[in-house]
């Protein structure tokens, strides 16, 4: 994300989403009732009767937001509110508009919030930052996950018809498997990739690599885990490996702080809270070490950005999760908010 302009006076920010990711982080950003402002094309009928289309740039109220994935675009909709040039535009009609990448977007709020202001600032500090793309195999198949702060997305899946009831065709088929998934992965452009599964085939496609690719080979990173199931994913953030290899993601931030609450809560050993009224409780008191909190619910509810704010004032470990996730979907069986206290406290 590109951030052109920030003015906190007028409440005005101009941003270019450069990534589909981009665009996401926008839909979080964007609430019903600001205003935006983008190019776009407006179809008009002349005194003739035909039909002709003008760009213009428009200023609405936001009433709808839509992401496509498909078509990389963010669809915005609402009353036309403003724009140039004014004869073109027809104040109060309904509008809408595909707002794509590398398109200037201006955004104006009643006000912006403490953590919409950091949402800026992350979405500018992540930009050009490569994604996390991890192959997870075994010796009879091979899925390739790509990793994002908003979730896991399978990309492909691969299978080796190889079988031990024919050695002699195994070698032959492994090899070919093999030359399949780097066929794949070596036309993408990324920077680093995990490789992990159960036993060894993680480790003899590395070597395979090494002979057919070796600079390729420099960019796989090894690790294991029990499945190649999306829950080997989860396995490899709880053990860190994700972070060993590129860094703390926010997803493994919130895998992480969730698992230390739920065991917590399991254990019942009075470390674990949950609720908001609880929650605010223990951030007034003082016992309050960390906060979980859903995106949305700092979003959309008055309560949430209080929680957020104060826990940001009284510097605590603040884990914010984004709710489409599945931290973010086991959060919300809580109400959305949950924490870890500094000490044990029975209710």
Not at 72 to 91: D, M, T
Not at 193 to 204: L, R
Not at 272 to 296: F, P, R
Request: some cysteine; aromatic content about 8%.
């Amino acid at each position: 994300m590109r951030l052109v302009s920030f003015d906190r006076k007028d409440n005005v920010a101009i941003v270019v989403p450069q990534s589909f990711e981009d665009l996401w982080a926008l839909k979080k950003l964007i609430n019903v009732g600001d205003i935006v402002s983008a190019s776009s094309t407006r179809v008009f009928e002349t005194n003739s009767g035909n039909k002709d289309r003008k760009r213009v740039t428009v200023a609405l109220n936001v009433e709808t937001i839509e992401l496509s994935e498909h078509q990389n675009v963010l669809r915005l909709a609402g009353k036309i509110v403003g724009g140039f040039p004014e004869e073109y535009i027809q104040i109060g009609k309904y509008h809408s508009f595909n707002h794509q990448l590398n398109e200037e977007l201006r955004i104006k709020k009643e006000n912006w919030s403490n953590f919409d202001i950091q949402k800026i600032k992350e979405m500018v500090k992540k930009t050009g930052k490569a994604k996390v793309t991890i192959l997870l195999m075994d010796d009879k198949i091979a899925s390739l996950y790509l990793l994002t702060d908003f979730g896991v997305k399978l990309g492909a899946t691969f299978e080796n018809s190889a079988s031990k009831r024919d050695p002699k065709g195994m070698k032959e088929k492994t090899s070919k498997f093999f030359s399949e998934v780097l066929d794949v992965i070596e036309k993408m452009q990324i920077e680093k990739i995990i490789v992990a599964g159960p036993g060894f085939t993680n480790d003899y496609f590395f070597k395979f690599c090494k002979e057919k690719n070796p600079s390729f080979a420099q960019k796989i990173h090894l690790e294991n885990c029990n499945t190649t199931e999306i829950s080997g994913i989860t396995e490899l953030m709880k053990k860190g490996a994700i972070s060993n290899a590129v860094g703390e993601m926010e997803i493994e931030k919130s895998t992480n702080a969730m698992e230390k609450f739920l065991e917590a809560l399991g254990k019942d050993n009075g470390f674990a809270v949950y609720g908001e009224k609880e929650i605010n409780e223990a951030i007034i008191s003082g016992v309050l070490d960390t906060l979980i909190i859903n995106d949305e619910f700092i979003r959309k509810s008055a309560n949430g950005r209080e929680l957020f704010e104060n826990a940001e004032k009284q510097k605590l470990n603040l884990v914010v999760v984004t709710s489409e996730t599945m931290p973010g979907k086991q959060l919300e069986k809580f109400g959305g908010v949950a924490g870890i206290r500094r000490y044990a406290m029975r209710n």
